[in-house]
Each structure stands twice: as C-alpha cells, then as structure tokens.
C-alpha cells in the first residue's frame, strides 16, 4: 500500500497516484468527490475505487488533502511508504511541513518520499540547486527513511489522464497487446532499449519528454526496491 499526500492541493496527487497504479497494475482508491468516479468518467477508470477503510493492501491510495481523518491514520500505520508532492511555492511548504509533522507523529519510521513536483523542464541545473536548497527547509524531519526527488513537467502527465490513459500511451501503441506489463516497456524506454521491442514507439515524443522519464524511472525503482 502506497499513499500519495499533501494537505496543500493542486500539488498532482492524483495525476501521481493514478500513473503509478497504472504502471504497476494496481487498483488506485481516490476520493469519494473525484471527477473518475463520476458518471461522466466512470467508464474509463474501470480499476479506479472509492476510498474506504477496507481498501486492498496491493494499492495505491490518493489520500490528496484529506489527510488528517480515521481511515487515513489507519493506513499510515499499515501502509509500505508515503509520497508527498510539493512545490516551491510558500504555503506549499508550510503545508507540506505540516503534513510529514503528522505522519510521523502516527509512524515515524514510515519511509517518506518527497517530490518537488512539476519543476521547468529546461533548466535541471537551475531544478537541482532548488531541491538542494528546499531539502534544507525539512531538515528536521530528514531521517534515513525519508528521501528526496523530482518530476520535471510533463504534458502526458496531464493530457492522457483526461481522457482515461496514461503517459505511456502517448509514446507507444499498446492496442493490439492482450497481456500488457507496463513497467518493462516503461523501463525499456527509461534505459533505451525499447528499440528491441516489436512495438511502435513515438520516438518524437520520448525525446521531448525524456527529463520527466528519467525522473519517473527513478521513482519507480524507489517503489520497486520496497519490501514486500
């Protein structure tokens, strides 16, 4: 069970939760309001739940704001790490502190993971001295199980998950496929050796996303490398 988090909104919790529930196969449980669970959008988040105390431990949970309420205490106590998005914007912060502040006080040994989310697609030089510098703002709750990265923009990020799909979609043709793992076509294409593949790849589109694949990849494996 991953929980994604923030009592400060807009920070791409859901958008977040949704793809990496996509890439590993998962069910995702969202909020009761979310616009997935709708009439209008229902029918293409055929894997996507309401959240309820009863959620599956094979999950990936979008807590989003609601942070501080019965259920979600109880999935911090049982839950194999937590992701909080953020930005570098003031109450961002502010609420980000907040919201390690009460996680920890529940488990404070729960791994963490930070991402500075939606960061200039551009400048990584510039990126990288922010999160260096941003990483000093949480120093009181840096601890060996808490951990520090980031997601540069990403247009697929955004677009796909309107209309039901996910980043990958825009950068390969998965029709046809019965039996899809999406993780080793997504890694394939982290490392550049979806060439190997029989698959039609957008190798346009990979290039102009390429910085936010790598950042992806890199969180992957932090999910992956988590104890059973």
Known sequence: MILVMNKKGGLGCTTIAFNLAKIFNLKLYTKKDSFMLSEKYRSLFLNVYKINSKASSNSIIDIGTQVETKYTKKFILKAKSIIIPTDRGFESLLLTTQTIQYIQSINKDIPILLIYNKLSRSDSDRDKNYTDYAKKLFIEFDTKSTRYEYLRFSYAFQKDLIVGNFFLNSMVDLQD????????????????????????????????????????????????SLPS
């Open 177 to 224: 496929l019965k039996s899809i793992n999406y993780y080793k076509i997504f890694e394939s294409i982290a490392t550049n050796k979806h060439s190997n593949l029989e698959l039609e790849f957008d190798n346009d589109y990979i290039r102009k996303e390429r910085k936010m694949i790598k950042d992806f990849y890199i969180i992957t494996k932090y999910i992956k």
